[in-house]
């Protein structure tokens, strides 16, 4: 028992400094998106979203956040697609690791994430789930209590999406997974931080 309260008097001495350097932010983000491989003759389209992020220290931290796109997948007569829009609602949950903290912070990040797909089904891409490994950089300029910064986020989809047929099945093109029907997002980032 003495042990347990030394260890708890221990942390709660050790906490403050801790948490001293901690910041919570909120960032909003506005940009493009693109898809690769099988999806890439759609257009390049709309990125936006908002993440809320948890950093104990001024090196590492956790980000949730949500990820939309809408991009327009033109109509191929080799693959049997007619044109359509593709939309994607992606909640998101990730490791950020800052490189060099400061007032100009570049970063590295990398998660899980739950993609809703729909919208396209004219093009054969039916509404659904898809598991999403979310992972890219920015870089972050801390402007007093105000965030101001650039993201690049990679989206590698474990399953599959198929195309080119009304009602989604083998008998459409097949966007395998990952490699073949990803996406990408390069945003701009607003945001403020508490300390």
Known sequence: MKKI????????????????????????????????QSLSGSATGAAYGARFGILPTPMLGVELGYLGTQNNVEQSL?????????????????????????????YVFGGYGLTWVNGAAASGIPNRNVNTLP???????????????????????????????????????GADKGGNSDFYSVSLDLGASFR
């Open 78 to 106: 080799d693959t049997g697609r007619v044109a359509s829009t593709i939309k994607t609602n992606e909640g998101y949950a990730d490791l950020r690791l800052n490189i060099l903290p400061g007032s100009l912070t570049p």
């Open 5 to 36: 309260l030394v260890a708890l008097a221990g942390a709660v001495l050790f906490a403050p400094a801790v948490w001293a350097d901690s910041e919570f932010s909120v960032v909003v983000q506005g940009g493009a998106s693109h898809y690769t």
């Open 135 to 173: 992972f890219g950089g920015g870089l972050e300029a801390n402007l007093g209590n105000f965030k101001l910064g650039g993201r690049f986020q990679y989206n590698y989809l474990f399953d599959r999406i198929y195309t080119g047929s009304n009602n989604g099945t083998t008998t459409g093109v």
